[in-house]
């Protein structure tokens, strides 16, 4: 499971009002670690 996949899924799971914020963190994360 990619991190980006990781983060969806918990922002659903949390269902979290911020989750479009959230998966831009993950996804700017994601690109540091590239």
């Given at each position: 499971?990619?991190?980006k996949e990781r983060v969806?899924?918990?922002a659903?799971?949390?269902d979290l009002e911020r989750?479009?914020?959230?998966r831009e963190v993950g996804q700017s994360v994601a690109?540091?670690?590239d």
């Open positions: 499971m990619s991190l969806d899924y918990l659903e799971e949390l989750s479009d914020h959230v690109e540091l670690r």
